[in-house]
């Protein structure tokens, strides 16, 4: 199952989870397992996140100490927009993994619940879940990218730092090769916030001729900001 990223007029990346970001490629599963795993499969290759949310909330209950049903759950709250029950699940999948879970389980989680705390408007927290993730799994462009785009783009004065926003938008370039529109996106999100406008608009550019097509609106919305000069700002939830 292919990794989706999207983005929306007032956030950065966003991940659409993986089956194999969910359930742990090493874990013995049992039968009755499997079968609770390809239901929740089937749910999510087909965007059934509702049946999906469903689900994993009833199995979740029945059986409190399988870590990748609460992570499942996590998913499934991100995407049907209940950012509550998306930090619930997160923090419960991180108390009862028991070590089952690998970096990319781990970042994935502290991902979903970074993104949960922005919706929440709890930036800061927010950030921090972001660096958890970074710590997890260095090697992830989205921990860094969004933390990233809150710096880059909140509307409290006091988050928002320019500089950083482009070291970290820098390394999540890098690591991604240039190649994913979503972060060329928050690196000219970072430029903007920093005054540099050309290089915001260079990398805005990039991003429209890369992006998916039901993106480009939203980049072009901010391509236009930074021709006349402003930065973009998160708004407000």
């Known amino acids: 199952m292919a990794v989706r990223k999207a983005v929306k007029q007032d956030q950065g990346p966003v991940r659409t989870e993986t089956l194999e970001e ?3 490629p090493g874990h ?3 039968d009755e397992e499997k079968a609770e795993a390809s239901a929740l499969g089937v749910y999510m290759q087909n965007g059934l996140w509702k049946d999906a949310y469903k689900y994993s909330t009833r199995a979740g209950r029945q059986h409190p100490d399988r870590w990748w049903l609460h992570a499942a759950r996590a998913a499934a709250a991100a995407n049907v927009n209940r950012p509550k029950d998306t930090i619930e699940s997160v923090d419960q999948a991180l108390l ?6 690998n970096r990319l389980n781990l970042s994935q989680l502290y991902i979903l619940k ?3 705390l922005s919706r929440l408007n709890r930036k800061y927290d927010a950030i921090n879940s972001f660096y958890d993730a970074a710590r997890v799994n260095p090697k992830d462009p989205y921990s860094w990218a969004g933390a990233a785009w809150l710096y880059a783009t909140a509307e409290d004065n006091g988050l928002r730092d320019g500089p950083r926003a482009v070291s970290l938008a820098t390394e999540a370039a890098k690591l991604s ?3 994913d529109a979503t972060i060329l996106d928050v690196l000219a999100a970072s430029y903007a916030e920093t005054g540099d406008f050309s290089a915001a608009q260079r990398w805005e550019e ?5 992006g998916d097509p039901a993106d480009i609106p939203f980049y072009q919305q901010r391509l236009q900001s930074y021709q006349l000069g402003r930065a973009w700002r998160e ?3």
């Open 114 to 116: 970074a993104n949960a």
């Open 206 to 210: 990039k991003a429209i001729l890369t």
């Open 96 to 101: 009862t993994n028991h070590g089952d879970a």
């Open 235 to 237: 708004r407000g939830r």
């Open 22 to 24: 969910i359930f742990p």
């Open 28 to 30: 013995r599963f049992t």
């Open 177 to 179: 090769r240039q190649q």
